[in-house]
Every structure is written in C-alpha cells, then in structure tokens.
C-alpha cells in the first residue's frame, strides 16, 4: 500500500480526478476537473478543467496541466501515479516524453494521498450531478 512517507517531496505526482461527478454550470456547460499532486507533501501542484463530454484534457491541456505542476513545483517528479481508467492516455503520454515513469495503480492505492482533495472539493462545490 502506498503511503505519503514512501516518498520526497517532488519525487513523484499523483495525477487524479478531482470530483465525482461533472460540475455542473448553466453558461458553460459541465466539467471535469483533473489534478496533479505531489505525492509526498499531498500538495495540489496543478489542476486543469475540461467539458465533461470530452474524455480528458486536450493535449494543449494535458502540457498546461503538467508545466502549471513544474512552474510550482521546479522541477519535474521522477513517477506519475495514476488510477486505473481514471487518466486519459494523452496526459499519460505527455508524462511518459518528459521522462516520468507513469505507474499505474488501483485508485483504492491512491486514496489515501487524495481522498481529503475530493471531500474538499465535493464540500467547495456541492453535490454535482
């Protein structure tokens, strides 16, 4: 089981989707919200909306995820972990050229790095969908 003490910060991001369900807004339709986390710290290191009819960030947007990540961070982490099915590839390949290894792993492993994440963002924006 993975836990935040396995690592350093910087060493490796959790890449994960923020809400549960889309987020619903009457101008301009529903969303989805993927973050970046260091895996170490449980820091927010990025974060990226897209219309929850899209099955991911564009790739314009997966970079935009990942250099917000490194303009906070300074530096790029060695691993990304992601849960099963929750990532799209393209973020995942976008790691994969920057030379992160991408790990993939149950989303039950991952819960304990974000599970705090998504009760803050469930309990900011309400009950979606």
């Known amino acids: 089981m993975l836990h935040p003490n396995q690592f350093t910060v910087n060493d ?8 549960d369900a889309a987020v619903v807004t009457e101008r301009d339709g529903d969303f ?7 895996a170490a710290s449980c820091y ?12 991911g960030p564009s ?7 990942l250099q917000q990540g490194h303009g906070r961070a300074g ?13 799209p590839d ?3 390949q976008e790691a994969a050229r920057l030379n ?11 819960l304990v790095f974000i599970g705090e ?13």
């Open 12 to 19: 490796a991001w959790i890449g994960f989707r923020l809400n």
């Open 32 to 38: 989805d919200c993927l973050a970046l986390m260091d």
């Open 44 to 55: 927010i290191v990025g974060m990226e909306m897209y219309s929850a009819r899209a099955t």
């Open 59 to 65: 790739e314009l947007g997966s970079r935009r995820l």
């Open 75 to 87: 530096t790029w982490p060695s691993k990304l972990f992601v849960a099963e099915g929750q990532i």
């Open 90 to 92: 393209v973020l995942c």
């Open 100 to 110: 992160m290894e991408v790990v993939t792993v149950p989303e039950d492993e991952l």
């Open 117 to 129: 994440a998504r009760d803050g963002f469930k309990e900011r924006f309400g009950r979606t969908q």
